[in-house]
């Protein structure tokens, strides 16, 4: 059960049909052709489509209650079907309804904010917190105005820890959607390039991540890279945690050790020394465990939880996912999402895998980088050394990466393809049992049907 019917005319209260107020919602739905037995359907008007359109679908599927924007004309149906409240705007009476279930609730809430990072950094979240608590956190992409405010009302009333991933395009989205979670802690993972074509420049991106700071808790944390010279002024704010290989820190990382499936490294924090292991390859990725831990101990989770959480991490799709390819060589598909600052991490864990003795970097165009977009495409190159053997690019902006690196003058051999089929001609006469492709680009490009044909288990 989420709520009762008497409860959201507390919020609600200007109704069309019966109401019973003793009715239970069990989920919240925007989607019509869903099951919707015991759900709320809520109609959102986008740009190019109006839900309410199909609010008859909803029914016939179970919906028992919609909230319905006045100014739409309610169906010609009987209304001891389902009850109507009646709102002002749809998509801002979910985000509404969100803040007041979250606060019906009241769970422990961990915002989490960035350019690079969030998915991996809130999956560790959750792995860790779950170890003691009763956590819920965003699932998939439901990140955004809408996705947020769904994931808060898909937790149970019996939550005590709630895990949200907060992405943005522009200014005010990250304030919004702090509104409504009211985090008592929030995490910015880094400041990298991401949507530079909006917000202008990196200072930009700094002043629109601060925004989840807008709906912290007067006594909340914010736990920050401490070694990112833009947020170097809040290091020694009384509410802010840093984290970063810098002995400047408030929990510093040291001694990182990169293995063949795992990552070991320790955290110094204060006089205490303690070493963890994650089952991810990069330095970048000991940030995001360093955040996870930070909050672990302001909530009283042992150490030992914290690494049994961390080791029981399941990894989202398409983020340095390791597949068997052909000639029993090894992939990875890390190309969910890109900048160049995640591109070149990523770069930098494949040299050093030490154990592949040829080394393929595969590399698409990079999103929303606006007039800059050649100048950051060609920085890429500067990690682009041995022991890369090969470096592969595809896309219009990426032939700027593979331009730089033949400028370079490094021993990599370098080529830009324009069709996808050459490509992947070219990769399968390079591979063999001692060869790691990685594959790395914006989720627009959709790398996974590169891929597709050299995976073996499509072969």
């Not at 200072?203 to 629109?208: F, N, P, S, T, Y």
């Not at 204060?270 to 000991?286: A, D, N």
Request: aromatic share 8%.
């Amino acid at each position: 059960m989420l709520f009762k019917l008497g409860w959201l005319k507390s919020i609600f209260n200007e109704t069309v049909g019966i109401l019973d107020e003793e009715m239970i919602i069990e989920r919240v739905i925007t989607d019509s052709r869903e099951e919707a037995t015991n759900c709320l359907f809520i109609p959102i008007v986008g740009d190019n489509f109006d839900a309410h359109d199909f609010v008859n679908q909803a029914i016939d599927n179970g919906a028992r209650a919609i909230l319905w924007q006045k100014n739409r004309q309610l169906p010609e149906i009987t209304y001891d079907d389902a009850v109507f409240f009646l709102v002002d705007d749809t998509l801002e009476a979910l985000q509404e309804l969100a803040k007041a279930y979250r606060n019906k609730v009241n769970p422990t809430v961990i915002g989490i904010t960035g350019s690079n990072g969030k998915t991996t950094t809130k999956d560790l979240m959750y792995t860790v917190l779950k170890e003691k608590y009763v956590t819920h956190a965003t699932k998939g992409n439901y990140n955004n105005h809408i996705g947020m405010p769904l994931t808060i009302l898909s937790m149970s009333n019996d939550v005590d820890m709630l895990v949200l991933e907060m992405g943005m395009n522009d200014f005010k989205e990250i304030e919004r959607l702090s509104h409504i979670a009211q985090p008592d802690y929030a995490i910015i993972t880094n400041i990298g390039e991401s949507h530079i074509e909006y917000l202008g420049s990196r200072e930009g991106i700094k002043r629109a991540k601060l925004e989840i700071s807008e709906g912290l808790k007067a006594e909340g944390k914010l736990i920050v890279d401490g070694d990112e010279r833009l947020l170097k002024d809040m290091i020694n704010q009384s509410n802010v945690i840093s984290c970063g290989v810098e002995e400047t820190n408030d929990i510093q990382i040291t001694h990182v050790d990169i293995k063949e499936d795992e990552t070991s490294f320790q955290l110094k924090d204060e006089e205490e020394i303690k070493t963890f292991v994650i089952p991810l390859l990069g330095r970048h990725h000991t940030y995001n465990a360093a955040y996870c831990y930070a909050i672990a101990k302001q909530l009283n989770v042992s150490d030992e939880c914290i690494q049994k959480g961390f080791k029981s991490l399941k990894v989202t799709g398409m983020r340095f996912e390791m597949l068997e390819g052909l000639n029993d060589s090894v992939l990875i598909n890390d190309a969910y999402n890109a900048s160049p600052t995640s591109m070149k991490a990523t770069i930098n864990v494949v040299k050093e895998m030490k154990q592949y003795e040829k080394k393929i970097i595969v590399l698409g165009d990079v999103f929303e980088l606006g007039d800059q977009s050649e100048l950051l495409h060609r920085s890429i190159a500067d990690v682009i050394l041995k022991p890369i053997n090969i470096l592969f690019t595809y896309g219009d902006q990426a032939k700027y990466i593979s331009n730089q690196a033949s400028t370079n003058n490094t021993e990599v051999f370098v080529k830009h393809f324009s069709s996808e089929e050459a490509l992947v001609e070219a990769i399968k006469k390079e591979i063999n049992e001692q060869t790691l492709v990685l594959f790395k680009a914006s989720r627009g490009m959709a790398f996974e049907t590169i891929i597709s044909h050299l995976e073996m288990s499509n072969n």
